[in-house]
T-cell receptor, first 115, second 112 residues
Framework: EAQVTQNPRYLITVTGKKLTVTCSQN?????MSWYRQDPGLGLRQIYY???????DKGDVPEGYKVSRKEKRNFPLILESPSPNQTSLYFC??????????????FGPGTRLTVL | GNSVTQMEGPVTLSEEAFLTINCTYT??????LFWYVQYPGEGLQLLLK?????DKGSNKGFEATYRKETTSFHLEKGSVQVSDSAVYFC???????????FGTGTRLQVFP
């Protein structure tokens, strides 16, 4: 089954304790992206990757890191989480061949709480 | 810059009522337009899309038409069900990019 998986689905942590949220897709997609969803703000892009070893900042990259060592994986790293990073996080992937192929497929989400 | 504006919710309807959720966009060139749906506790699913002017996307009884002249992509359904209760996001991908830009979402609540 074609899908995007994320782990963990729920995480409660404390300020300053490094964490990683994993994302993996099995569709051989080049493009992967991380979003955070906050009430009243919709989804905002954190980082994206056009292909292996190619990453770039989105609209709200501060406090986050990513890597793309393999095509299928795109982990999100919070080196020193803070309470304002409490949010619902989504990973997404797509082909990069433009319309009509650029539908993005989303993972189930990771709800992060930073105390 | 590129942006999406959609009506604020919540939208509250009785079962079998007609639904419209307004969405307008600002973008250079010809963006691709999408509606995503988020059911309670779940991730986003693509509901429908349109990639050029006058295209109509449709799925599960929902429809939206890409109107270049009014820069709109309003979501409609003739008869909503309780199971349609969810948050609906309008989004675009601008021409020659892969970045998905979302509206703020509209919560739909359907009561029996």
């Amino acid at each position: 089954e074609a899908q995007v998986t994320q782990n963990p689905r729920y995480l409660i942590t404390v300020t300053g304790k490094k964490l990683t949220v994993t994302c993996s897709q099995n569709m051989n997609h080049e493009y992967m992206s991380w979003y955070r969803q906050d009430p009243g703000l919709g989804l905002r892009q954190i980082y994206y990757s056009m292909n292996v070893e190619v990453t770039d900042k989105g609209d709200v990259p501060e406090g986050y890191k990513v890597s793309r060592k393999e095509k299928r994986n795109f982990p999100l790293i919070l080196e020193s989480p803070s309470p304002n990073q409490t949010s619902l996080y989504f990973c997404a992937s797509s082909l990069t061949r433009g319309p009509p192929y650029n539908e993005q497929f989303f993972g189930p989400g990771t709800r992060l709480t930073v105390l | 810059g590129n942006s999406v504006t959609q009506m604020e919710g919540p939208v509250t309807l009785s079962e079998e009522a007609f639904l419209t959720i307004n969405c307008t966009y600002t973008a250079t060139g010809y963006p691709s337009l999408f509606w995503y749906v988020q059911y309670p506790g779940e991730g986003l699913q693509l509901l429908l899309k349109a990639t050029k002017a006058d295209d109509k996307g449709s799925n599960k009884g929902f429809e939206a038409t890409y109107r270049k002249e009014t820069t709109s992509f309003h979501l409609e359904k003739g008869s909503v069900q309780v199971s349609d209760s969810a948050v609906y996001f309008c989004a675009l991908i601008a021409y020659n990019t892969d970045k998905l830009i979302f509206g703020t979402g509209t919560r739909l609540q359907v009561f029996p």
